[in-house]
Nanobody, 123 residues
Framework: QAQVAEFGGGSVQTGGSLRLSCRAS?????VAWFRQAAGKEREGVAG???????TRVADSVKGRFSISQEGASTVYLQMNDLKPEDTAKYYC????????????????????WGQGTQVTVAT
């Protein structure tokens, strides 16, 4: 059973930046970030297929958010030009299976989930 933990959430002003970290024990072939705002469904934000270093970023955050990996167990979500609509709880999820790029933002592609970290963007 992999352990997944997120770090780096907090409060920031509109236009600010945050970098979230995801650390996972055990092997993970694919990792993604999701978010869930109050009263809304969980949505995929960015994912990475680690073996090929291919990524997918949701249209809603494209150009502002990026995903990257460091070593075998850490994946970052860099968030720039944050907007109030980015306020949500952000979750990291991992899979031991290769998740094709086109499916990286599907919640059902992942086995293990962290507890989430809150990001609040103030106006």
């Amino acid at each position: 059973q992999a352990q997944v933990a997120e770090f780096g959430g907090g409060s920031v002003q509109t236009g600010g930046s945050l970098r979230l970290s995801c650390r996972a024990s055990g092997y993970s072939a694919s990792v993604a970030w999701f978010r869930q705002a109050a009263g809304k469904e969980r949505e995929g934000v960015a994912g990475i297929w680690k073996s090929y270093a291919t990524t997918r970023v949701a249209d809603s955050v494209k150009g502002r958010f990026s995903i990257s990996q460091e070593g075998a167990s850490t994946v970052y979500l860099q968030m720039n030009d944050l907007k109030p609509e980015d306020t949500a709880k952000y979750y990291c999820a991992t899979s031991r299976a290769d998740v094709p790029t086109a499916q990286l933002l599907r919640t059902d592609a992942y086995e293990f989930w962290g507890q989430g970290t809150q990001v609040t963007v103030a106006t």
